[in-house]
């Protein structure tokens, strides 16, 4: 299993962007699945978007045309670009990581980071 840690989370305003990164460490970065999940407190884990070795995207409905996914295998390196930000983008979000995965069930993924927490604000 790879090790995650997530970075780049933050205050922005209603209408910001913000870049989160997610770290890996341990070999074969470039055959996992990626995604990203977030919670809101209150609320259950929601799917953001996936990415997987071969670079294929998928987006959850709430962030498509505004989120962006993107991996740099050479830095072991996953990205969330998020654009037009809105408040009901509040939450922590969670990177995850997958051998034989990739996709909006957070339950199929084996490793996660710690979380970061972004905070937009009207």
């Known amino acids: 299993q790879v090790q995650l840690v997530e970075s780049g989370g933050g205050l922005v305003q209603a209408g910001g962007s913000l870049r989160l990164s997610c770290g890996a460490s341990g070999d074969s970065f470039s055959r996992y699945g990626m995604g990203w999940f977030r919670q809101a407190p209150g609320k259950e884990r929601e799917f953001v978007a996936a990415?997987?070795?071969?670079?294929?995207?998928l987006y959850g409905a709430s962030v498509k045309g505004r989120f962006t996914i993107s991996r740099d295998n050479a830095k072991k390196t996953v990205y969330l670009q998020m654009s037009s930000l809105k408040p009901e983008d509040t939450a922590v979000y969670y990177c995850?990581?997958?051998?034989?995965?990739?996709?909006?069930?957070?339950?199929?993924?084996?490793?996660w980071g710690q979380g970061t927490q972004v905070t937009v604000s009207a």
């Open positions: 995850a990581a997958d051998l034989s995965y990739y996709g909006s069930r957070w339950s199929a993924y084996a490793s």
């Open positions: 990415i997987s070795g071969s670079e294929i995207t």
